[in-house]
């Protein structure tokens, strides 16, 4: 059965750093792209970053560039988001995502991010 | 920026059949903008339904199905049932470093 579980959610003030995981079961990870997307609340979805199977390519929304990282650890089967430089509104539901084929068919719960002071 | 626009709401009876669209700013959806679909209830992950445009889920039910309408990517639900009411999202590739962009969502209301 695929899993994914993210953690590493909290509250952080303005320009605090967060870094989440996603831990992944059930299914080779190694051969999947992964995503990240996220929700504030009471508000719509929004894609954030995704990463190649072997992290040789990342792709990022526009607003996180140059403060948010995905990586992977294909030895671990994890995913992760490293948040710098956090803003107010990047308070939001973090979910991570299984991208295969041009589908987005397994989701995690989610992880809640907090930004403020 | 690219906006992919979706009704806000909409309401079916239950039996009904009901098409919800996705648009782009950037011009027509073609298969190229390779169209999934989700499903959201309150307090809930997203749930996958439809991809590629078309093509389902194992665990998506008949009901359900995903087409290009008018330049626009469409999810048709025929023979509504209540449990459908929540919340619809479309997702659209724009390729490369615009990557995936999520539609606004549509509110589905069955009574």
């Known amino acids: 059965e695929v899993q994914l579980v993210e953690s590493g959610g909290g509250l952080v003030q303005p320009g605090g750093s967060l870094r989440l995981s996603c831990a992944a079961s059930g299914f080779t990870f190694s051969s999947f792209w992964m995503t990240w997307v996220r929700q504030a609340p009471g508000k719509g979805l929004e894609w954030v970053a995704n990463?190649?199977?072997?992290?040789?390519?990342?792709y990022y929304v526009d607003y996180v560039k140059g403060r948010f990282t995905i990586s992977r650890d294909n030895t671990k089967n994890s995913l992760y988001l490293q948040m710098n430089s956090l803003r107010v509104d990047d308070t939001a539901v973090y979910f991570c995502?299984?991208?295969?084929?041009?589908?987005?068919?397994?989701w995690g719960q989610g992880t809640l991010v907090t930004v403020s002071s | 920026q690219t906006v992919v626009t979706q009704e806000p709401s909409l309401t079916v009876s239950p039996g009904g059949t009901v098409t919800l669209t996705c648009a782009s700013s950037?011009?027509?959806?073609?298969?190229?903008?390779?169209p999934n679909w989700f499903q959201q209830k309150p307090g809930q992950a997203p749930r996958a339904l439809i991809y590629?445009?078309?093509n389902k889920h194992s665990w998506t039910p008949a009901r359900f199905s995903g087409s290009l309408l008018g330049g626009k990517a469409a999810l048709t639900l025929s023979g509504v049932q209540p449990e459908d009411e929540a919340e619809y999202y479309c997702l659209l590739y724009h390729g490369g470093i615009l990557s995936w962009v999520f539609g606004g969502g549509t509110k589905l209301t069955v009574l």
């Open positions: 990463i190649k199977q072997d992290g040789s390519e990342k």
């Open positions: 590629s445009t078309s």
């Open positions: 995502a299984r991208h295969h084929d041009w589908a987005f068919g397994y």
């Open positions: 950037t011009g027509a959806v073609t298969s190229g903008y390779y």
